[in-house]
């Protein structure tokens, strides 16, 4: 009976241990400062962008320049905003430029955007088990993005989560400052700007809104400024360029489209083929599929709100932590679904959403196969054929996210019901 006794008292022990998320999250913090720093020692770095950067913003920093057209590094030129310019300004500064300081910084930026999405998820989702945020350790190109290849992207995301946070805690201010700081170092961050707004018309209302966006624009003009002054279209044509063409060879999610690709010298800095993949059409279709889709969710936001009449007249129901969460989320996913065009790196635009996503995507499904949705998605997010994708990688990442859609847009009706009686 003492052993029994014992034993048990250990299983339970063990059992609340997993679902805390104050010893979960510990553990995992620890866990990631030992790999990361055995990802430094033992992992050969590799050489993208990192000297490009430092080429972009040194003119900046040691000469003045102010003219964007001639700032460019080995890869091309700039096409990053004013905050990229300012951050890796300071990231040179603090670097000097060498790369193993530069790693124990994004070491650092990693582990810091887990704690600020561990408190996200603690925040939203009371009934999302602690033990799952493991999955959030696991990416094997995810810990590349960040330790091995130091990309924008991770600072990026570091901000736009922070914003993620301060929204879903109802501080706007804060969380319009943040997605202004994420904006002006990457315009990926752009992907959740309805969400933002529906947020604002809802918990704000629609005048109060207006100075809420007019505060993002003003941030984006302020971290712009010396170049906007030089020569502003230039600076926009550049930053914010919305029609940009990426190569196909690099293309993680549209692959399997149709392309023919093209000679060797004929290929430009940006294409590789002509077809389907590349035209004008496509980019303008998935633009049109992406609206298409958003629209379709935010008439159920809308409707939780108390529907269209409550918005206008500033009677809007408040969103709860979680259908925040979700209407920012869903904003940002639909928006990678639809992309022409994802590289690897862009992987960290919407990994740590993912089981937030898969979680109530799939919520009547046994645990398994939403651990398995996880994996296949992190399979598409590898090297299928030598450095790159493949078709069959494209396709199967097209359908997870496709299917992945269907089933967030049917299975969040619950949340919608459950949170209506809650605030009721």
């Known amino acids: 009976k003492a052993t029994v006794s014992v034993l048990y008292c250990t299983m339970e022990t063990i059992r609340k241990g997993l679902s805390s998320w104050l010893l979960v999250g510990l553990a995992l913090v620890c866990f990631e400062v030992v790999l990361n720093g055995i990802i430094i020692k033992k992992v050969r770095y590799t050489e993208i962008d990192w000297k490009a950067y430092m080429d972009e913003v040194r003119p900046v920093v040691e000469e003045g320049e102010r003219n964007y057209s001639v700032l460019r590094g080995e890869t091309g030129p700039l096409v990053y905003p004013g905050g990229f310019v300012a951050l890796y300004g300071a990231i040179r500064e603090i670097t000097g ?34 033990l799952l945020l493991v999955t959030l350790c696991l990416s094997k190109r995810i ?13 990026t995301m570091l901000f736009l989560w922070v914003a993620f946070y301060f929204f ?10 943040f997605f202004s700081v994420s904006l002006s170092i990457k315009m990926n961050a752009i992907l959740v700007l309805p ?44 930053s914010f360029n919305f029609g940009r063409v990426f190569k196909r060879k690099w293309s993680v999610n549209y692959k399997w489209v149709p392309c023919e690709e093209l000679l060797p010298g004929q290929e430009t800095l940006l294409e590789d083929c002509v077809g389907l993949f590349s035209s004008k059409e496509f980019g303008l279709g998935m633009l049109c599929l992406q609206l298409l889709v958003l629209s379709v969710f935010a008439l159920r936001w809308v409707r939780w709100a108390g529907g269209p009449l409550a918005l206008l007249l500033n009677r809007a129901t408040p969103y709860t932590p979680r259908q925040c969460l979700l209407v920012l989320l869903t904003c940002n996913f639909v928006g990678i679904c639809f ?13 740590h959403s993912l089981p ?68 009721e």
């Not at 879903?168 to 400052?177: Q, S, T, V």
Request: contains cysteine; charged residues 15%.
């Open 97 to 130: 430029e060498e790369v193993p300081a530069g790693q124990i910084l994004f070491a650092g930026i990693y582990i810091t955007m887990f704690l600020v999405c561990c408190a996200v998820y603690k925040t939203t989702s009371k009934d999302f088990p602690p």
């Open 143 to 155: 810990h590349s993005i960040f330790i091995l290849r130091l990309f924008n992207d991770a600072p």
């Open 168 to 177: 879903c805690n109802k501080r706007f201010l804060l969380g319009c400052l």
């Open 195 to 238: 969400g933002i707004l529906l947020l604002l018309v809802v918990h704000k209302g629609p005048f109060k809104s207006v100075l809420y966006l007019l505060f993002c624009v003003g941030f984006q003009a302020l971290a712009g400024y010396p170049f906007l002054q030089h020569d502003a279209g230039a600076y926009l044509g550049a």
């Open 339 to 351: 992309a022409r065009s994802l590289h690897f790196q862009f992987y960290v635009w919407y990994y």
């Open 356 to 423: 937030f996503i898969v979680w109530y995507a799939l919520q009547p499904f046994h645990l398994v196969f939403k651990l398995a949705m996880l994996f296949l998605i992190e399979l598409c997010w590898n090297p299928w054929h030598g450095e790159s994708s493949s078709y069959e990688s494209s396709l199967l990442l097209t359908s997870c996210h496709a299917l992945l859609l269907v089933l967030l847009w049917w299975n969040t009706a619950s949340i919608d019901e459950k949170e209506k009686h809650k605030i």
